[in-house]
C-alpha cells in the first residue's frame, strides 16, 4: 500500500483513470447533464439520460393505480390510493376526454355550471326537467326564438310583451258549438266559434272571457233564434239584431272586450 501525502491531502491527480478499491473512475468529465453508471464490474462511465415512455415502463399495480399497455390508469384518487389529488388552481391545457361523468364535490346536487364574466366556472340553481333548464323568469335580451327554418312555436299559457310585431297570425277555430237552451262557449280555447242552430238559444254564456276580439259564427239550421245577454253589452245602433231565419245562412257577431263592457256588432245573411 503506498499511502500518499498524509491527512491534509485534499487533490490527487494523475493523467489516468483512477480506481479506488474495485471501483474505476473515467479520467474525463463527460458532457453537460450525464451521469456516472456503473457496469457492475468495478468500471464507471459517463452515460446520457434517455427519455422513457409510459408503455416502456411495462406493467405495474399498486394502491390502485395500474400501468397496462402504455396506459396509466389512477383510480381511485384520493389521499391513499393511486390518482392525482390536488387543493389549489390547477390549470389543465388542451382538450381532454372523459369517458365517465366528472363529479365536481364542491357544487350542490341539480345545478347548472356556467363561466362568469372571469371565465371561472360557476355553479348556479336550476328548476324544472330536460338537458338545458332556464330558472322560471329569465331575462332574454333580444333572443332569437325557434329556428329560421322552424314551423311554430308552441306556448302553453299567456305571453306578455310591451309590443309584439308579426306579419301574420292564425286564428284558433274550435270544433263548432250545436245550441242548446242553454249554449255554453268557453272564449278561452279560440278567437272564432261556431254555432249550428239546430235550437233556439235562450241563454247564451260566454265564459273565461279576456279583453280581446271575439267572433261568433250563428249558422241558421231552421228557423232559431238567439237571445243575446244584456248586461253591459252594447250593440253598433243600439239594438242587438233577429238572427236571420233562413235556412243554411250565417250571420257573425264580433264582440270587443275591454274588460268591462262586451261591444258587439252584426253583419248578417251570408
Do not use: R
Not at 13 to 37: D, E, I, W
Not at 119 to 126: D, G, H, W
Not at 156 to 168: C, I, L, Q, R
Request: aromatic share 6%; no cysteine.
Amino acid at each position: 500500500m503506498i499511502q500518499l501525502g498524509n491527512t491534509a491531502v485534499t487533490n490527487v491527480k494523475t493523467s489516468g483513470t483512477l480506481t479506488a478499491g474495485s471501483v474505476t473512475y473515467p479520467s474525463s468529465h463527460g458532457t453537460p447533464n450525464q451521469f456516472l453508471t456503473t457496469s457492475g464490474s468495478g468500471t464507471l462511465t459517463w452515460t446520457s439520460p434517455t427519455s422513457i415512455s409510459i408503455g416502456a415502463i411495462g406493467t405495474a399495480t399498486t394502491n390502485g393505480a395500474s400501468i397496462a399497455s402504455g396506459v396509466l390508469s389512477l383510480t381511485p384518487a384520493d389521499g391513499t390510493n393511486g390518482g392525482i389529488v390536488t387543493t389549489g388552481t390547477q390549470t389543465i391545457a388542451g382538450a381532454k376526454t372523459f369517458t365517465d361523468a366528472p363529479i365536481l364535490t364542491s357544487t350542490s346536487a341539480s345545478q347548472a355550471l356556467f363561466t362568469d364574466a372571469n371565465k371561472n366556472i360557476v355553479s348556479n340553481a336550476i328548476t324544472g326537467t330536460g338537458n338545458v333548464v332556464m330558472s322560471n323568469s329569465p331575462t332574454l335580451v333580444t333572443p332569437n326564438i325557434g329556428a329560421a327554418t322552424g314551423s311554430s312555436i308552441n306556448i302553453s299559457g299567456s305571453v306578455t310583451a310591451d309590443a309584439v310585431t308579426a306579419k301574420k297570425y292564425i286564428a284558433i277555430i274550435p270544433t263548432a258549438t250545436t245550441a242548446a237552451a242553454t249554449t255554453e262557449i268557453d272564449l278561452s280555447t279560440g278567437n272564432i266559434f261556431k254555432i249550428n242552430l239546430g235550437a233556439n238559444i235562450t241563454t247564451l254564456n260566454l265564459n273565461n272571457i279576456t279583453a280581446g276580439t271575439y267572433i261568433l259564427e250563428f249558422i241558421q239550421g231552421g228557423t232559431f233564434t238567439v237571445t243575446f245577454p244584456t248586461t253591459n253589452w252594447k250593440w253598433s245602433g243600439g239594438t242587438a239584431p233577429t238572427i236571420t231565419a233562413t235556412n243554411g245562412k250565417t250571420d257573425i257577431v264580433t264582440i270587443v272586450y275591454d274588460g268591462a263592457t262586451y261591444f258587439a256588432s252584426a253583419i248578417q245573411n251570408f
